[in-house]
């Protein structure tokens, strides 16, 4: 590079990959903030990377985390704190929680613990399962009968489990070319999809995280805003560890100018819709509807309106919509202002209600098909309360094996503890709720989008449940749209599941295979 010393070229060479190269990269040298302030002073100047890292980066001059405090803290560029990002690894949380932490979409990758490949039977080191107490409900008069559930549930589980899961092998001995570790592996994962609704939605999991700084930031909103105890402390003690690493882009989040204010936002609009929904919707009973409704709309405005109220409401989509479309302006005015709020400032973004597409599919099916479906990011999802007043699942294969009497006990016992503590705590009652209870939630999407979950989630390695609502997303979106709709690779998935009994048991054998190609040991 013309114009430097030796001593620059050899700092350069520490921090990129190809000093004066057309492109070049960061190395792992370079601190996450060094390297953010460094791009960011792009859009101000006209220097090259290596120049602002000699010239502005370099020790004796600004430092990328000065840089932040007077660009990011007094401007509020946040497109800043999309240069850099961190990891959080989340331990022992609920099912619940694990649904707001997995809420963002954009620059968020998360990987959970599944149900359908580890087991939930092993106990702590206190011999207890391992469900979140949840510490609202533990300081109340209701520990003893949760304790007491979550216990049944998880015994049953265990119980369960172990009776299917010989059941699975004996019915689906070794193959040909199947090892030991893909037999074992494929049939451990059909015992667990088989009885995994059992357990409540207190059930630890694990869950990794990597997101950018603004993402950061905004997942620590939610999780301050959310109406749970177990969420705001671990939203405080993830704020903790991300001041340790990122603390330029999450030092906002208890400002009260800036994050307090996002978050008191976020709590006042919820209370003010748990409030109006009760108004306008409280009474009416929920309307038959099957498990998927492609719901269609008159107009945007009765779109939104109705997505609006359909949070906390257990009515239908479609039941809402037909009682928005009943409206007059004034009403739905009401609901749209109610909705916004007193917005101080541009980050007290309008909810996902806001969020229109041509496809909007209404789900009421089970907890654990939610848990596997929401994970899809290029759409907009609402979901309404977790409760065990809408039914459950119950695979055929537990009738089979003669377990349906203790599913059914569990459920009914579920349903009973449930409706007693919702009374005073409606959302930390959904905890008790085992993961076969059915729940209402809506996936909108466009029809791109809709291509790609439905060839995902219908592949023969899929869950038999979720396969089953995508198909029919799928065919009631081809028989409204049917230019659109056509796929091979649908009509490749489901002839590839006609007579499916083991869906893992393919994709474990290549996985065993290629094991052995790498000189890996197959142990089971």
């Not at 949840?134 to 300081?139: D, K, S, V, Y």
């Not at 009403?331 to 496809?359: C, M, N, Q, T, W």
Request: some cysteine; aromatic content about 10%; overall charge neutral.
């Amino acid at each position: 590079m013309k114009g430097k010393t030796p001593e620059q070229m050899a700092y350069l060479a520490e921090y990129f990959t190809n000093p004066g190269g057309r492109v070049t990269s960061l190395t792992s040298k370079a601190k996450p903030v060094d390297a953010a302030a460094a791009l960011s002073m792009y859009s101000r100047n006209q220097k090259i990377i290596e120049d602002i890292f000699v010239e502005d980066i370099q020790p004796g001059k600004i430092k990328g985390s000065d840089f932040f405090d007077r660009v990011f803290k007094s401007y509020g560029d946040d497109s800043v704190a999309e240069l850099t990002g961190a990891y959080l690894s989340f331990s022992g949380v609920s099912q619940v929680l694990s649904k707001v932490i997995e809420d963002p979409r954009i620059a968020f990758s998360a990987i959970e613990k599944s149900t359908r490949y580890v087991t939930f039977a092993k106990k702590d080191d206190q011999g207890k399962y391992q469900y979140v107490r949840e510490p609202t409900i533990m300081r109340t008069p209701f520990a003893g009968i949760y304790e007491k559930l979550c216990d049944y549930q998880f015994d049953s589980h265990v119980r369960s489990f172990d009776a299917v899961h010989d059941w699975v092998k004996e019915k689906n001995p070794i193959i040909e070319g199947e090892t030991e570790l893909a037999f074992a592996q494929s049939r451990r994962a059909k015992a667990l999809d088989i009885t995994r609704g059992l357990l409540p939605a207190a059930t630890k999991t694990n869950i990794g995280v990597f997101a950018n700084g603004r993402t950061m930031e905004n997942l620590l909103v939610k999780l301050f805003s959310a109406p749970y105890a177990e969420s705001r402390q671990v939203g405080e003690e993830s704020h903790v560890e991300l001041m340790k690493v990122i603390p330029d882009f999450v030092s906002r989040v208890k400002m009260p100018k800036y994050g307090q204010a996002q978050i008191d936002y976020l709590i006042e609009r919820d209370k003010r819709m748990s409030g109006l929904t009760r108004e306008m919707l409280g009474g009416k009973r929920p309307a038959e509807v099957p498990e998927v409704t492609l719901v269609e709309f008159a107009s945007m405005e009765d779109q939104l309106v109705s997505r609006a109220l359909y949070e906390n409401s257990d009515l239908p989509l479609s039941q809402i919509n037909g009682i928005v479309s009943s409206m007059g302006d004034q009403e739905k005015r009401i609901v749209v202002r109610a909705y916004l709020g007193e917005r101080a400032d541009r980050r007290h973004k309008p909810g996902r209600a806001f969020e229109s597409y041509p496809l909007t599919f209404d789900i009421l099916s089970s907890y654990a098909i939610y848990r596997d479906l929401q994970r899809q990011r290029m759409e907009s999802q609402f979901k309404q309360r977790l409760t065990t007043k809408f039914g459950y699942d119950m695979p055929k294969e537990i009738a089979e094996n003669g377990l349906d009497k203790e599913w059914k006990d569990v459920m009914s016992m579920s349903d009973e503890v449930f409706r007693e503590i919702e009374t005073d705590f409606p959302y930390e009652s959904q905890y008790v709720v085992p993961m076969a209870s059915n729940i209402r939630w809506y996936m909108s999407m466009n029809p791109r989008e809709m291509f790609w979950v439905g060839e995902l989630r219908t592949t023969p390695q899929g869950h038999p449940s979720y396969r089953r609502v995508v198909n029919d997303m799928w065919d009631k979106a081809a028989e409204k749209y049917p230019l659109i709709f056509e796929s091979p690779i649908m009509e490749k998935n489901r002839k590839d599941c006609e007579g499916l009994v083991l869906e893992r048991q393919k994709s474990e054998m290549k996985s065993a295979q290629k094991a052995m190609q790498s000189g890996k040991k197959d142990t089971a």
